[in-house]
């Protein structure tokens, strides 16, 4: 068998599911490459914790990487040993088990590196403090006892979602919580010695896929693991609970097909299931035809895209608050031409003042803003007006004219097609099967966000050209898919009126 070693990362993924974890150790070219999400979640936990790390005076960093273990665990022992204030990235190895500590803090003053007392702190991007953190901080509390290190207290030093820019003074909490992972921390032998008999087999363990398989985060081997689920299956029935799906994997249910008659569904998960083995859509044509009419014209497609940092670099802004810093608006006049404007923040200068200025001449004082999922306009639309005085009536008056193309699909509308989501993404192809994404080089929210971020950073250049481009193609696909989304509904249900 393949000599391994564990780290912290590796121990709450096996405490998921031991098989990712077996997977991770012999068959790592089965996982998926990590998705621009996933890539950008790493890069913003990398400049928390570096943020972090400021807040701790006459700290010593431990700079070599874990790849030289050895050498970094000899170099985090001579650093202790001359007890400074803190240790950042200290390594530390016990019972097979590689850990980096993010902060270790002196919490006594005594000469001796042997007796002193240290505090584990545990640096995490989010706001609160989460499950799978208990174990984190768990299995390395118990390599540091392990490795003869006393600790004084755990602590998670999380964002604190009440911060507001400019002062960031108070943008971390530190939240002790060796209280919380008491339970955590005494399953740590025996669950070692579990991974222990799961690496120790030659073939990969047979855990069922489940909901697991997406929580905290999707696993990198879902798809290795999922490739005999259906396109269609019973993980597309809308709101099925998490003990139902476990209940019908354990059964080998997976296709809708093999559903039983009688299984217990609401209403909605009913029609989603019976609307799919009809292989027909069910459609309230009138519903359609009274939405449709009631609207005013000129009517205005919308869309904003937004970013959400975890530290606020903006006046009044605070972690992960959404910041528009684009918009695409199409706009049709009744029985007239589509026209089209849009605006894109391309400085580091707060996006916010000159978005606003171009949305209110863009749009007029008159007609129906259409949106999809209403609510999250309505959000940056509000947020807009709070932060920008002058032109709050005119923002709020847009928000009061928004309609919601995502409630013809809610209410009138259902098709199986649609896998079980009223997404725009997913109604698209189905209702304008000639526009895609898919040729996009960004292609949804998270990788416009990404985009937008990197070409802040950009001197004038080719590349960044080719990222305002990208992101304009983008949001302008977004408004446009509701224009022709809505031109097949006016077709089929109110041609009449033409």
Wanted: charged content about 25%.
């Amino acid at each position: 068998m393949k000599k391994y070693r564990l780290s912290k990362t590796k121990y709450v993924q096996g405490i998921t599911c031991p098989k990712a974890l077996w997977l991770s150790i012999y068959a790592p070219e089965k996982q998926a490459p990590p998705s621009p999400g996933t890539e950008y979640r790493f890069k913003v936990g990398i400049e928390v914790g570096l943020l972090a790390q400021e807040r701790f005076l006459d700290g010593v960093e431990i700079k070599t990487p874990s790849y030289l273990a050895a050498k970094a665990v000899e170099e985090t022992q001579t650093v202790v040993n001359s007890v400074p204030a803190a240790v950042f990235e200290a390594a530390f190895f016990f019972g097979n088990v590689l850990i980096r500590v993010d902060v270790l803090r002196r919490s006594a003053d005594q000469n001796d590196g042997n007796s002193a007392t240290w505090d584990l702190i545990e640096v995490k991007s989010t706001t609160t403090v989460k499950p799978e953190h208990l174990h984190d901080v768990a299995i390395q509390q118990y390599v540091l006892e392990g490795c003869g290190i006393t600790v004084g207290g755990a602590y998670l030093m999380h964002i604190n979602s009440a911060c507001t820019y400019p002062d960031l003074s108070d943008l971390f909490v530190l939240e002790e919580v060796s209280s919380r992972y008491a339970e955590a921390r005494a399953l740590v032998p025996d669950t070692l010695q579990r991974f222990e008999g799961v690496l120790s087999q030659e073939a990969e363990p047979g855990i069922d896929i489940g909901p697991h398989c997406d929580d905290p985060y999707e696993c990198a081997f879902k798809g290795y693991c999922w490739r005999h689920v259906p396109d269609v299956s019973i993980f597309n029935i809308p709101r099925l609970k998490a003990n139902q799906k476990t209940e019908l994997i354990a059964r080998s249910i997976l296709r809708i097909e093999d559903l039983p008659a009688t299984y217990p569904l609401s209403d909605s998960q009913q029609k989603f299931v019976r609307l799919y083995r009809a292989g027909q859509p069910e459609i309230d044509a009138a519903g359609i035809r009274g939405q449709l009419t009631a609207l005013d014209y000129p009517l205005y497609f919308l869309d904003f895209e937004t970013d959400s940092p975890a530290v606020p670099r903006y006046p009044g802004t605070h972690p992960y608050e959404k910041v528009p810093f684009q918009y695409s608006c199409h706009y049709l006049e009744k029985f007239g031409s589509l026209g089209h404007c849009e605006y894109l923040h391309e400085e580091l200068s707060d996006p916010r003042p000159l978005l606003v200025r171009s949305l209110i001449e863009s749009i007029g004082a008159d007609g129906s803003i259409m949106v999809y999922n209403a609510g999250f306009e309505r959000g940056v639309l509000k947020a807009l007006a709070a932060q920008q005085p002058q032109w709050q009536e005119a923002l709020l008056g847009m928000a009061e004219r928004l309609w919601d193309l995502l409630d013809i699909f809610r209410l009138y509308y259902f098709d199986s097609a649609f896998g079980g989501s009223n997404s725009i993404k997913n109604v698209l192809p189905v209702l304008v099967p000639d526009l895609s994404y898919e040729e996009l080089e960004v292609k949804d929210g998270t990788e416009a966000q990404i985009a937008w971020n990197e070409l802040l950073y950009l001197e004038d250049c080719e590349e960044k050209d080719q990222r305002l481009s990208a992101l304009k193609q983008y949001c302008r696909l977004d408004s446009l898919a509701m224009v022709e989304i809505f031109k097949v509904l006016w077709t089929r249900y109110c041609s009449d009126l033409n």
